[in-house]
């Protein structure tokens, strides 16, 4: 007996852990008037097990409301359907109302008296108030963004707005199903749920929070202004670079023209390819032998003029002075040479 027994409890646990396992989301907000679509993923060994969907604030008492084996009666607001390949079934619900909030259940029938069914739970909650797509928006300057909001069925009828937080003047408002420019802003409510918002010709000053409102729901937005790219407020112009360089005190010149290089106003730096010519580099390299050679040159022929200057300064004649015959006989040359200073000749 003791050995039948183990041999049942083994079975049991080998069919307990044969079972995979069933998730899903955890809490869902939908608006009144709107669907939504839940996905239940399965393990593999669920692909040919029926899928069922059903409401109830606990597995074993929840009431069925779709089955994968079942087609949906006619005028069902529910549908279900299985994709064994990517192990997830879906369920969809529509026009869904404040009442439908509570808990429902994603379930695997796993079958056998000794193997209960898996399953998920989701809470779902439908709301007559207000939504947004996307609570955090930013443009740039000098741009747009658009902002779409949406309500409930029950404000279908309502007038929309729009506000800047804190600034109860600033607020404009449309009719429900129609549209209105005001200033920079744009409203067009299409009467189905959906109130769309653009804010044109953006400035720094338009940046921070905004709110959609209808009756008394609302539901906040923030808009955030970045800087205007420098592509956009840096134009660039075109101009030829000419530069002259003065060789000698003749009207004489060289010039060297580039091709037109774009400088922006940020300054931006020279094209690379500029300097990368054979050409370019042998001219420059000729403009700064000719820069350099030209004033020694002249240096050099300087120097030399004034050795020739400084030579007959040195070079001494004494005249004859005014008396006698015989003081004229007296007189004589005497000669200084340069390159024997320290000899003197007298004629």
């Known amino acids: 007996m003791a050995p039948l027994l183990f041999l049942l409890l083994l079975l049991v646990l080998l069919l307990a852990g044969s079972h995979g396992e069933v998730t899903t989301v955890k809490d869902l907000v939908v608006l009144e008037g709107r669907s939504a679509t839940v996905p239940c993923h399965y393990d593999p060994q669920y692909a040919r097990h029926v899928k069922y969907w059903c409401r109830g604030a606990t597995w074993t008492f929840c009431s069925g409301l779709a089955r994968t084996d079942q087609a949906p009666p006619a005028g069902s607001t529910l549908s279900i359907s299985d994709d064994p390949a990517q192990q997830v079934f879906t369920v969809t619900m529509v026009d869904l109302q404040e009442a439908d909030s509570g808990w429902y259940w994603c379930g695997v029938e796993v079958g056998g008296m000794w193997n209960a069914d ?113 592509t956009q407020r840096s134009p660039t112009t075109s101009l030829p670079v000419v530069t002259s360089l003065p060789v000698d005190h003749k009207e004489t010149s060289i010039s060297v023209a580039t091709s037109p290089v774009h400088i922006a106003n940020q300054g931006q730096t020279l094209p690379s390819h500029i300097f990368e010519s054979p050409l370019m580099i042998c001219g420059a390299l000729l403009l700064l032998v000719v820069v350099a050679t030209v004033p020694s040159k002249m240096w050099c022929q300087y120097q030399r003029m004034r050795r020739r200057r400084h030579g007959r300064a040195r070079e001494l004649t004494l005249s004859p002075l005014p008396g006698s015959e015989s003081d004229q006989s007296k007189a004589g040359v005497i000669f200084y040479s340069p390159s024997s200073p320290q000899q003197v000749h007298l004629l």
């Open 118 to 230: 898996d399953a998920a739970s989701v809470y779902i909650t439908v709301s007559h108030g207000m939504s947004v797509v996307n609570s955090m928006v930013a443009g740039e300057e000098g741009g747009s963004v658009s902002v779409e909001c949406l309500y409930g069925s029950r404000h279908s009828g309502s007038s929309k707005k729009w506000c800047r937080s804190g600034d109860w003047g600033s607020c404009v408002e449309v009719s429900a199903n129609g549209t209105l420019e005001q200033g920079s802003v744009r409203l067009r409510d299409d009467g189905a749920g959906a109130l769309a918002v653009t804010v044109r010709g953006l400035a720094r000053s338009d940046a921070g929070w905004y709110w959609c409102s209808t009756g008394q729901q609302q539901v906040q937005v923030h808009i955030a202004v970045t800087p205007r790219s420098s």
